[in-house]
Nanobody, 115 residues
Protein backbone atom coordinates (compact mmCIF):
# COMPACT_ATOMS: atom_id res chain seq x y z
CA UNK A 1 0.00 0.00 0.00
CA UNK A 2 2.83 2.36 0.84
CA UNK A 3 6.18 2.13 -0.91
CA UNK A 4 9.36 3.71 0.35
CA UNK A 5 12.37 4.08 -1.91
CA UNK A 6 15.83 5.31 -0.98
CA UNK A 7 18.51 6.44 -3.38
CA UNK A 8 21.84 8.22 -3.42
CA UNK A 9 24.10 5.71 -1.75
CA UNK A 10 27.50 4.82 -3.06
CA UNK A 11 31.21 4.74 -2.43
CA UNK A 12 32.84 7.84 -1.01
CA UNK A 13 36.21 8.64 0.52
CA UNK A 14 36.54 9.63 4.17
CA UNK A 15 35.70 13.28 4.56
CA UNK A 16 33.47 13.22 1.53
CA UNK A 17 29.76 13.80 1.20
CA UNK A 18 26.68 12.03 -0.05
CA UNK A 19 23.04 12.99 -0.26
CA UNK A 20 20.43 10.33 0.28
CA UNK A 21 16.88 10.70 -0.90
CA UNK A 22 13.73 9.01 0.33
CA UNK A 23 10.35 9.09 -1.36
CA UNK A 24 7.16 7.57 -0.06
CA UNK A 25 4.21 6.83 -2.30
CA UNK A 26 0.90 5.03 -2.19
CA UNK A 27 -2.14 5.33 0.01
CA UNK A 28 -0.76 8.02 2.27
CA UNK A 29 -3.14 10.28 4.10
CA UNK A 30 -0.83 11.73 6.67
CA UNK A 31 2.74 11.09 7.75
CA UNK A 32 3.66 11.53 11.38
CA UNK A 33 7.39 11.36 10.80
CA UNK A 34 10.10 10.32 8.41
CA UNK A 35 13.58 9.35 9.36
CA UNK A 36 16.75 7.51 8.59
CA UNK A 37 18.25 4.42 10.15
CA UNK A 38 21.39 2.52 9.31
CA UNK A 39 22.77 -0.94 9.86
CA UNK A 40 26.45 -1.71 9.66
CA UNK A 41 27.78 -5.23 9.15
CA UNK A 42 27.55 -7.21 12.37
CA UNK A 43 25.65 -4.47 14.18
CA UNK A 44 22.05 -3.75 15.00
CA UNK A 45 20.06 -1.20 13.09
CA UNK A 46 20.37 2.22 14.68
CA UNK A 47 18.44 5.42 14.37
CA UNK A 48 20.28 8.23 12.62
CA UNK A 49 17.97 11.19 12.08
CA UNK A 50 14.30 12.07 12.15
CA UNK A 51 11.92 14.69 10.84
CA UNK A 52 8.63 14.97 12.67
CA UNK A 53 5.43 16.33 11.16
CA UNK A 54 5.78 19.42 13.31
CA UNK A 55 9.11 20.17 11.68
CA UNK A 56 11.43 19.19 14.49
CA UNK A 57 14.77 17.73 13.51
CA UNK A 58 16.62 15.20 15.62
CA UNK A 59 19.93 13.43 15.21
CA UNK A 60 21.89 10.68 16.80
CA UNK A 61 24.92 11.90 18.68
CA UNK A 62 27.21 10.07 16.29
CA UNK A 63 26.11 12.19 13.33
CA UNK A 64 25.31 15.56 14.89
CA UNK A 65 27.02 18.36 13.06
CA UNK A 66 27.76 16.17 10.06
CA UNK A 67 24.37 14.97 8.80
CA UNK A 68 21.34 17.07 7.96
CA UNK A 69 17.84 15.78 7.42
CA UNK A 70 15.51 17.94 5.39
CA UNK A 71 12.14 17.90 3.71
CA UNK A 72 12.04 17.85 -0.06
CA UNK A 73 9.95 20.07 -2.27
CA UNK A 74 7.98 17.07 -3.44
CA UNK A 75 5.47 15.70 -1.01
CA UNK A 76 6.48 12.76 1.13
CA UNK A 77 10.14 13.24 0.35
CA UNK A 78 13.03 13.58 2.73
CA UNK A 79 16.78 13.92 2.27
CA UNK A 80 19.80 13.09 4.33
CA UNK A 81 22.82 15.23 3.54
CA UNK A 82 25.90 13.49 4.88
CA UNK A 83 29.17 15.37 5.19
CA UNK A 84 32.54 14.66 6.76
CA UNK A 85 31.87 11.00 6.30
CA UNK A 86 33.84 8.50 8.33
CA UNK A 87 34.53 4.82 7.72
CA UNK A 88 32.27 4.02 10.65
CA UNK A 89 29.39 5.58 8.71
CA UNK A 90 29.56 2.63 6.34
CA UNK A 91 26.19 0.91 6.48
CA UNK A 92 22.99 0.23 4.67
CA UNK A 93 20.81 3.27 5.19
CA UNK A 94 17.07 2.80 5.48
CA UNK A 95 14.29 5.32 5.22
CA UNK A 96 11.51 5.01 7.76
CA UNK A 97 8.03 6.41 7.24
CA UNK A 98 5.69 6.53 10.20
CA UNK A 99 1.97 6.86 9.70
CA UNK A 100 -0.60 6.95 12.47
CA UNK A 101 -1.20 3.21 12.31
CA UNK A 102 1.73 1.75 10.42
CA UNK A 103 5.45 2.10 9.91
CA UNK A 104 7.05 1.45 6.53
CA UNK A 105 10.63 0.82 5.51
CA UNK A 106 12.53 1.16 2.30
CA UNK A 107 14.84 -1.51 0.95
CA UNK A 108 17.93 0.43 1.91
CA UNK A 109 20.81 2.02 0.07
CA UNK A 110 24.43 1.11 0.64
CA UNK A 111 26.84 3.77 1.81
CA UNK A 112 30.49 2.80 1.86
CA UNK A 113 33.12 5.17 3.21
CA UNK A 114 36.56 3.93 2.30
CA UNK A 115 39.87 5.06 0.89
Amino acid sequence: QVHVVESGGGLVQPGGSLRLSCAASGSIFSINAMGWYRQAPGKQREWVAGLASGGSLNYADSVKGRFTISRGNAKNTVYLQMSSLKPEDTAVYYCNVRLVTTTYWGQGTQVTVSS
